[in-house]
């Protein structure tokens, strides 16, 4: 018998610190970044209180390259993800634990005039546009139609025949 679970984590908040790019020895890209959340109540007697919660962000292979693009300290952002926790030996013989939300979704919430300065973090670098970072969708040509209703269509689907024949592929 299975047992259903969820790991689902949804956040917003401001980034702690610039994002940090590295890549494993196989290639692939991570990023880690601080990020804070807030929290306020009042209390029973009246009196209104805030707490802050520091989270530790790791976004992996294309995601990661466009957080280290994108995101600088100060910027507000949504991220979506899994809570994972790693355990190691740290050089000191101790075990050491981290707690981290692994990202799937991220979504920056200010704009991009709201840059480092009014946030309270670093100016950016000047960024490439964001369609530029994302690759772009390729459109497949419309099919022919299976059985041409006219006469006239029949030739036009012959001639074509011929022509995809003829052509030679480069490889």
């Known amino acids: 018998m299975s047992s259903r679970s969820l790991n689902k984590v949804q956040l917003i908040g401001n980034l702690t610190r610039d994002p940090e790019l590295r890549y494993t020895p196989q290639g692939t890209a991570v990023c880690a970044f601080g990020l804070a959340t807030n929290r306020s109540w009042t209390t029973e007697s ?6 802050t919660e520091f989270h530790r962000i790791v976004a992996w292979n294309k995601l990661a390259e466009l957080c280290s693009q994108l995101l600088f300290k ?3 952002v949504y991220v979506e993800g899994r809570l994972q926790t790693r355990t190691w030996t740290a050089q000191d013989g ?3 634990q981290a707690t981290e939300v692994v990202i799937e979704e991220m979504i ?23 369609a530029e970072a ?6 497949e ?15 036009k689907a012959q001639k074509a025949e ?4 003829d052509v030679d592929i480069p490889f």
């Not at 994302?134 to 459109?139: A, L, M, N």
């Not at 011929?162 to 024949?165: F, G, R």
């Open 134 to 139: 994302i690759p772009p969708v390729v459109e």
């Open 162 to 165: 011929t022509e995809v024949q």
């Open 94 to 96: 101790s075990q050491r």
């Open 46 to 51: 009246g009196e209104k209180r805030e707490e």
């Open 108 to 130: 920056i919430l200010d704009s991009r005039q709201a840059d480092g300065e009014a946030a309270g973090g670093t100016t950016p670098p000047p960024a490439e546009p964001v």
């Open 141 to 155: 040509e419309p099919a022919e139609p299976a059985a041409p209703a006219a006469k006239k269509g029949k030739a």
């Open 74 to 76: 100060g910027r507000k």
